[in-house]
Structures are given as C-alpha cells and as structure tokens.
T-cell receptor, first 115, second 110 residues
C-alpha cells in the first residue's frame, strides 16, 4: 500500500496570504489528523476528521481550518498567514475508528515558510 | 489530558540495549501508552502501544508497571540508524487529541 502523501512538500508564502495543504491517507483509512511541528512548541495537534466530519480540534485559532472529502482525502487551510505559522505541517491517517488513539501513519509533511 | 515527562536526551553505543523511561502520573483508566520515533524532516513512526504489563514486537518492548504511572521503552542492540527522537504519548480512546511532549533525543555512537 502507498503511504500517506502530502502536497506540496515545500511552500513559501507572504504574511497575510492564505495557504491550502493537501493530504491523501493510506487507502482504506478514514481517520485523518493534522499536526503542526515547530522547534519551540514541538508537535501540536490541530484537528482530526473521520468520515468527512471534524471529530475534535486542538487549541489553534479559527484561521486554521480543514475539511475531508468523501474519498478521505483532506485539506488544511490557513488564512491570514503570520510569521509564527512557519512550521512543518504533518498529516496522519489511521485505520481504526478510534482515530488518534490507535496506530497512526504519518506523511512526510509540508514545510511552510512565511516571510 | 495526561502529560508525559521524558529525558531530553540520551547517548548509547552501538549494540547496547537502550531503555527510555516516561513518567505519566495522571494517567487515566482508559489511557493507552504509545511510542513514536521521528527522524529529521520526517513524520513520526509508530513503534509500540500498550496498556499494562509488557508488550513486545519486532523492534521494541514496552514495560508498564502495575500502577501505570510510568513506562519504559526498550530498544535491543541499537544501531546508528536508531538515532532519532522518541515520543511517549498517553492517549485516551475517543479523546481524539494527542500531546507529544518534547520527546527524547537518542544518539547512537559508533
């Protein structure tokens, strides 16, 4: 099976712009989660989707949003980018309905740089 | 949400067994203990998960005492390719939120 794929791998945006990141989970996985990783804050949970519904959300402002499509592919959007949004954004998928509580498979991430 | 405490870093020589201990004093009845490994510029990789006593798979063992307030990840005969950051997570089924903590940076020395 192909692993979790994320596009694009690298992205440079200007402060104030918006960005959309894409994630394709492993075939058959219906749970998709998003994380932000920075040197200062480490790995932080953004949100999780299961069967096109957001099941839970971490402590991030409303500028961070996401959605999941019927084929389980997911997108994450960040509006009005700030310098502090520069980070590695990771997507993970799981085969178990318990989602993040079960074994998750992570993609390689999208490195976002905001200038 | 139970938080975890791990050593910031550890060094080990190739071929040795490495034990990384994680403290999770506020673990709840329904929480599972999960370990992930992360290499630079890659997403974390699931290593092992357990609830109590001992769990073993092809790459590691996880020891959990009866009170479950701590756990130890054991890596047998480490190699240079085991140099990575190791995260201990305490996850509640259905909570749908993960806290990774700072992790332990393991450096394997030739």
């Amino acid at each position: 099976k192909a692993g979790v794929t994320q596009t694009p791998r690298y992205l440079i945006k200007t402060r104030g712009q918006q960005v959309t990141l894409s994630c394709s989970p492993i075939s058959g996985h219906r749970s998709v989660s998003w994380y932000q990783q920075t040197p200062g804050q480490g790995l932080q949970f953004l949100f999780e989707y299961f069967s096109e519904t957001q099941r839970n959300k971490g402590n991030f402002p409303g500028r961070f949003s996401g959605r999941q499509f019927s084929n389980s592919r997911s997108e994450m959007n960040v509006s009005t980018l700030e310098l502090g949004d520069s980070a590695l954004y990771l997507c993970a998928s799981s085969s178990d309905p318990a989602g993040v509580a079960y074994e998750q498979y992570f993609g390689p991430g999208t490195r976002l740089t905001v200038t | 949400l139970a938080k975890t405490t791990q050593p910031i870093s550890m060094d080990s020589y190739e071929g040795q067994e490495v034990n990384i201990t994680c403290s999770h004093n506020n673990i709840a009845t329904n929480d599972y203990i999960t370990w992930y490994q992360q290499f630079p510029s890659q997403g974390p990789r699931f290593i092992i998960q357990g609830y109590k006593t001992k769990v073993t798979n092809e790459v590691a063992s996880l020891f959990i005492p009866a009170d479950r307030k701590s756990s130890t990840l054991s890596l047998p005969r480490v190699s240079l390719s085991d140099t990575a950051v190791y995260y201990c997570l305490v996850v509640q089924t259905g909570a749908n939120n993960l806290f990774f903590g700072t992790g332990t940076r393991l450096t394997v020395i030739p």
